[in-house]
C-alpha cells in the first residue's frame, strides 16, 4: 500500500490528519531554515526605500550591531522612528547584511627617526617587528636634564600602540665597564596610532602630539637605501644589556643615538650626526650632550647643545645587521640589531 493509497481510504481519516499534522511540522521546522537571516535581502532593505537606513549611515558605521540596538534605536531616535513597520525578519537580515566589525586597518610604521617638526629637540625611535613595536622617546627633564623612556615591546591592535613609558634607572654610562640597570619607574602611558607608514598620533601624559618620519637629508624618510645600508633601528651589545643605540642611514648621512645613564644613574641620551659617512660602512663622529629642552608635559621650548663632544663615536659596520662600535675611551665593542 502506499502513502497514496492509505490517505485516500475515507476510514484512514483520523491517519490522513496526523500525515497532515506531521507534513506541517516538518515543513515548518524546514520554513525556520528558510527564514535564517538573509543577508542579501538586509542589503536590499539597507539600501533601498523601504529601510532606507542608507540615507543616514554607511554600512561599515553600523557593522557589528545587533538586532535590539537596531530596535532600540528606531523606538529611541525620532528620525528612525517611521522605520517600526520593518519586521524582525528585516531587522535580523539587516544585521546579517552589516555583519561583524571589519579589523581595524594595519600599519607598519616605518623604522628609524619620528618627529614633530615644530618641536625639534625632542623625539623618537621607533620600530615593529612582527605585530610588536619598541619604541624609546628622548626629551628632558623639568631641571633640563637630557631623559628619555622606553615603551614596549609591545603588541599593536591594527594601527594602534599602547604601552607604558618606563624610566630605566642605574645602567651603564657611556665610558664605564657593564653593569645592569637597578630598577625602573612607570613614568605614564601611552598609545601611538599610525595614520600612514610615516605619520602618527601620540597620546601621553603630555597630551596629543603629531609625529612624523625625521628626514636626515631631504626626503631622506621616504627614500629606498641602496643594498648593502646597514639597517635602520635598534642595535645593542647583547652582553651589555639595557644600553641601546638608535641608527638609521639616509643618502649616506647617519643619525645616531645612544640610550644610557649617567654617573648617578639617571637615564641620559647622546647624539651623534647627522653627519656623512666616511664610507658606507664606516661612521665618526662625536657624541653631543642636549639639555634644557622640552620636558614631558610641559610646553614647547627648544634645546641647546650642553656639550658639543661628549667623546668620540666610531662604527665600523661589518654586515648590514653588525658591526664594531669604539666607545669614547677606545673600548670597541660588537654591536647588532637587537631581536625582540
Ligand atoms: C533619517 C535618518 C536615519 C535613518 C533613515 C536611519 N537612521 Fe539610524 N540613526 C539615526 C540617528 C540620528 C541616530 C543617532 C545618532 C547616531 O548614533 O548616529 C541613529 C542611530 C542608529 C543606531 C544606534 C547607534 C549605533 O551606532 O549603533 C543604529 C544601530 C542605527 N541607527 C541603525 C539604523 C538602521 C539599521 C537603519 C535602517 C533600517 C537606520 N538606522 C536608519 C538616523 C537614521
Known sequence: MTLQTLCNMPQLAH???????????????FNSV???????NGGILFNGPKGR???????????????????????????MNSLSTLTQANINDIVAYLGPAQPPAVVT????WWWNPSEGGRGFTIEKQGNNIFMADYLYEPAGRATWHASGPSATNGSTFTSTLTTYLGGQTLTGSFHSTTGTINSGDISVTFTDVSHGTIS???????????DIVP???????PAGTPEAGWWWNPAEGGRGFSIEIQNGTMFLAGYMYDQSGNPVWY?????????TTTYQGQWQQYGNGQTLTGLYKPASVINQNAGNVKIKFNTTTTGTLTLPDGRDISIERFRF
Not at 549611515?57 to 538586532?67: I, M, P
Open 15 to 29: 491517519v490522513r490528519q496526523f500525515l497532515f499534522l506531521a507534513i506541517i511540522a516538518v515543513s515548518g521546522s
Open 34 to 40: 528558510a527564514v535564517a537571516a538573509d543577508a542579501v
Open 53 to 79: 537606513c542608507i540615507a543616514c549611515h554607511t554600512q561599515s558605521s553600523r557593522a557589528n550591531r545587533t538586532a535590539e540596538q537596531i530596535n532600540s534605536a528606531i523606538a529611541n531616535v525620532s528620525s
Open 109 to 112: 610604521p616605518q623604522t628609524g
Open 204 to 214: 601621553w601624559p603630555g597630551g596629543i602630539v603629531a609625529i612624523q618620519r625625521f
Open 219 to 225: 626626503g631622506g624618510a621616504s627614500a629606498i637605501p
Open 271 to 279: 647624539a651623534s650626526g647627522p653627519k656623512a659617512m666616511l664610507d
